[in-house]
């Protein structure tokens, strides 16, 4: 789950990390409200919504009157932001971050991420703040400093100098950096995220050390633990398709494409991505169905993969070891009754592979079944092939 930025920010800051004063705005009045407490010679005004890039994008605008916040404010509120994160529909912004301004002196990069190759958080930092990190990587990987830190024993006093001096902060900053990275390594793992990131962190003239931007993901399995967090959510930024799998035990991530899979197994649903590109096709989703499926559940997939008809076909890839093959084939033809007029028809062609517990069932099910537009296919690869072949010619037709 991602929040906005001031809410990263007031998390951040109830753990010890120093974040200029800001307040969030949903009007322009309350922009114009907002600076005037400030009373700041520069204010930034910062567009906020679930996507890095926003600068470029013209989503932040520096302020030197209450006047040019009332302008900048009514400019962005309602607009369209297209970043390089959002892709090219956009995110409408619906609110914004009104902040003072700060004399920087110096841009750093600071995150804590976790390394699953080490079962460890990495901090991450270099002195190429403000630029996006994947570039950094790619183009200076000599600038992305790195310290894994052991979980039964938390970040140490030494590694935090440690990064602090590679990363080359001034002397006078030292002490006030190696303390934000211990408040920032704290609210990591106390409220469970999977990321957080500050960038640019940022020494001001007065040598003083803070977290111009701020970004917080968290666990979605320890959520639960978090009802804080969960309150935080703003649903207008997520998908709605992927916003309803998770309502229904689904894992669902929009790819963008037509080809749309339906497949139980992480693993296996990455492997059916990439083979259907492999095959010249555009995978629309990953969706991972989990290995407890309910023809009701399969059902359900199937209206969230059809939604909006972005998908033009659909292969089902299941290797059924909890997950029973009979019940799946239940499934599709469940999907059938509800989707379609007369119960025996799916609008797009599916092609269905499965293996494992129950397989001869569930291909006698679909073999008896009276729907239309379901293929069976022996192998993976030829149901992958043979999916992208018709969705090709729906398209040319």
């Known amino acids: 789950m991602n929040i906005h930025e001031y809410q990263s920010k007031a998390i951040l800051k109830s753990y010890g990390v120093n974040v200029p004063k800001g307040f969030p705005a949903f009007t322009v009045e309350e922009a114009v409200k907002a600076a005037e407490e400030l009373n700041s010679p520069v204010t930034v005004v910062k567009a906020q919504i679930h996507a890095g890039g926003r600068g470029k994008a013209g989503g932040v605008k520096l302020a030197k009157s209450v006047e040019e916040v ?98 080359n902060f001034p002397a006078a900053a030292i002490r006030k950096v190696t303390k934000l990275m211990g408040c920032l390594y704290n609210a990591f793992v106390g409220k469970d995220c999977s990321l957080a990131e500050i960038n640019p962190l940022v020494v001001t003239a007065e040598d003083d050390v803070v977290a111009l931007d701020a970004k917080l993901n ?19 930024e997520e998908d709605p398709k992927e916003r309803r799998a998770a309502q229904a035990g689904l894992n669902y991530v929009n790819l963008g494409g037509d080809v749309a899979c339906m497949v139980n197994g992480a693993g296996l649903a990455m492997a059916t991505v990439d083979i259907i590109k492999h095959y010249g096709g555009e995978p629309a989703n990953f969706l991972d169905v989990g290995g407890d499926s309910s023809p009701e559940k399969i059902a359900e997939a199937f209206q969230i993969m059809l939604d909006g008809g972005q998908a033009k076909g659909i292969f089902v890839n299941i290797f059924g070891g909890i997950n029973r093959c009979d019940l799946v084939a239940q499934g ?26 129950n397989v001869e069932l569930g291909r006698q099910i679909l073999k008896d079944s009276p729907i239309k537009n379901v293929i069976m296919a022996p192998t993976m690869e030829g149901g992958a092939e043979q999916i992208v072949k018709l969705v090709k010619e729906a398209e040319k037709a």
């Open 70 to 167: 009332r302008g900048y404010a009514a400019e962005l509120l309602g607009k369209t932001l297209v970043t390089h994160q959002t892709g090219p529909e956009g995110k409408k912004v619906g609110r914004l971050l009104i902040e003072e301004g700060s004399k920087i002196k110096k841009e750093y990069y600071l995150s804590f991420v976790i390394d699953r190759q080490t079962a460890r958080v990495v901090m991450m930092g270099s002195e190429e703040g403000g630029m996006e990190i994947e570039k950094v990587a790619a183009e200076m990987p000599d600038k992305i400093i790195k310290e894994y830190i052991d979980p039964a024993v938390g970040l140490a006093a030494f590694q935090a100098s440690r990064m602090a001096y590679k990363m």
């Open 218 to 236: 968290f666990d979605d399995s320890a959520l639960f633990r978090h009802p804080d967090v969960e309150e935080l959510r703003d649903e207008t």
């Open 332 to 357: 599709i033809i469940e999907a059938a009754k509800i989707i379609s007029t007369d119960g025996k028809s799916i609008p797009v062609p599916v092609v269905v592979r499965l293996e494992g517990t």
